[in-house]
């Protein structure tokens, strides 16, 4: 399991209590460095998936602090490794706020970050979301597979749709909102380019991997259901997300690209098909991740929030439990 090294700053007054915490935290090591201003700052190294309980004690603690302040930096490797416990059950939080804190995943706030990053509606983005297009439309026009997988190893929408499903689980609006319209963004980039491409090129809907996207079948599905899970596992463990954006990306680009064409090209009823490929499978991939976020434990910290949030994941779920159930019907008749 990858290591982190977190840094506590805090008021020096405040030194004793610190390490008084620190004691009862199991599987970590941690030591003092200097003090200056009237500060100390202490750093803990421990496996990422201790830092959620670290950092949640901390805070609860000392979070009305003038000059409190975590800090977490990866670790590339230490000698000797330290032993991987299981953290001391929490009894400090309200009860309704206590959960199990799955440890193989990194902490809420490491996977924030990195979403929240991945949302940004930048102009990489938007140059990402262009060339994708234009390689996944030539790809398809010209029936070759490969150029499809290097459209989709550039598509820049895995970020996004996760955050969807974060804010979900969060109960964050804010996060919702700005993954919306980075995706939105994204989107209506692919549809008007590749309109325009398929009535320059005249699309046809003859072509094997065009029509193989104007029909929809269950095991579409199951590829978005899949798609969206390993999209979540991805960032919540830490491990390269570059190859599981392709697994989000085969669900998305290639669907969106041919109703464009489509379009482009005078093939209305295809197109539509196509488009309703695209919005199964973004329903399949935000269900599969909200799913994934609850059954990691991922919730607000404080307890109010934890109450809010499960009861809008639970809901989301629902809702998006009912949809995929009228989908299969729907393909099956």
Same mark, same amino acid.
């Given at each position: 399991?990858?290591?982190?090294?977190?840094?506590?700053?805090?008021?020096?007054?405040?030194?004793?209590?610190?390490?008084?915490?620190?004691?009862?935290?199991?599987?970590?090591?941690?030591?003092?460095?200097?003090?200056?201003?009237?500060?100390?700052?202490?750093?803990?190294?421990?496996?990422?998936?201790?830092?959620?309980?670290?950092?949640?004690?901390?805070?609860?603690?000392?979070?009305?602090?003038?000059?409190?302040?975590?800090?977490?930096?990866?670790?590339?490797?230490?000698?000797?490794?330290?032993?991987?416990?299981?953290?001391?059950?929490?009894?400090?939080?309200?009860?309704?706020?206590?959960?199990?804190?799955?440890?193989?995943?990194?902490?809420?706030?490491?996977?924030?970050?990195?979403?929240?990053? +991945?949302?940004? =509606?930048?102009? &990489?983005?938007? #140059?990402? %979301? !262009? $060339?994708?297009?234009?390689?996944?439309?030539?790809? *398809? /026009?010209?029936?070759?597979?490969?150029?499809?997988?290097?459209?989709?190893?550039?598509?820049?929408?895995?970020?996004?749709?996760?955050?969807?499903?974060?804010?979900?689980?969060?109960?964050?609006?804010?996060?919702?909102?700005?993954?919306?319209?980075?995706?939105?963004?994204?989107?209506?980039?692919?549809?008007?380019?590749?309109?325009?491409?398929?009535?320059?090129?005249?699309?046809?809907?003859?072509?094997?991997?065009?029509?193989?996207?104007?029909?929809?079948?269950?095991?579409?599905?199951?590829?978005?259901?899949?798609?969206?899970?390993?999209?979540?596992?991805?960032?919540?463990?830490?491990? +390269?997300?570059? =190859?599981?954006? &392709?697994?989000? #990306?085969? %669900? !998305? $680009?290639?669907?969106?690209?041919?109703?464009?064409? *489509? /379009?482009?090209?005078?093939?209305?009823?295809?197109?539509?098909?196509?488009?309703?490929?695209?919005?199964?499978?973004?329903?399949?991939?935000?269900?599969?991740?909200?799913?994934?976020?609850?059954?990691?434990?991922?919730?607000?910290?404080?307890?109010?929030?934890?109450?809010?949030?499960?009861?809008?994941?639970?809901?989301?779920?629902?809702?998006?439990?009912?949809?995929?159930?009228?989908?299969?019907?729907?393909?099956?008749?």
């Amino acid at each position: 399991m990858a290591q982190r090294l977190l840094k506590i700053i805090l008021p020096a007054a405040h030194q004793k209590q610190a390490f008084e915490l620190l004691d009862q935290q199991e599987g970590i090591d941690f030591w003092q460095e200097e003090s200056t201003q009237g500060q100390f700052v202490a750093s803990v190294l421990m496996d990422s998936g201790l830092s959620e309980t670290v950092m949640d004690v901390f805070e609860r603690t000392f979070s009305y602090l003038d000059g409190f302040r975590l800090v977490l930096l990866p670790v590339e490797a230490t000698v000797p490794r330290i032993e991987n416990q299981a953290p001391p059950p929490d009894t400090t939080e309200e009860p309704d706020s206590q959960k199990k804190i799955d440890t193989k995943r990194i902490s809420r706030e490491e996977l924030y970050a990195k979403i929240v990053d +991945s949302t940004r =509606l930048s102009n &990489v983005y938007l #140059a990402l %979301a !262009l $060339l994708s297009t234009v390689v996944a439309a030539i790809g *398809l /026009l010209k029936n070759n597979v490969a150029v499809i997988i290097g459209a989709m190893v550039i598509a820049p929408f895995l970020g996004p749709n996760v955050a969807l499903a974060l804010s979900t689980t969060l109960a964050d609006s804010k996060l919702g909102t700005s993954a919306m319209k980075t995706l939105m963004a994204g989107l209506l980039i692919v549809l008007p380019l590749s309109a325009g491409m398929g009535y320059v090129l005249d699309a046809s809907p003859h072509i094997p991997e065009i029509a193989a996207r104007t029909q929809t079948g269950i095991s579409d599905l199951i590829l978005a259901l899949a798609s969206g899970a390993a999209g979540v596992l991805a960032f919540t463990t830490g491990i +390269s997300s570059a =190859l599981i954006g &392709v697994m989000v #990306a085969v %669900a !998305l $680009l290639p669907p969106l690209t041919v109703c464009g064409l *489509l /379009l482009g090209g005078g093939h209305y009823p295809q197109s539509f098909s196509a488009f309703l490929l695209f919005v199964a499978n973004i329903i399949c991939i935000n269900f599969a991740g909200v799913v994934t976020f609850f059954m990691q434990g991922i919730s607000p910290r404080t307890w109010w929030e934890a109450k809010k949030a499960k009861k809008a994941t639970r809901k989301a779920i629902l809702i998006w439990a009912a949809v995929f159930i009228v989908l299969v019907v729907i393909i099956l008749l």
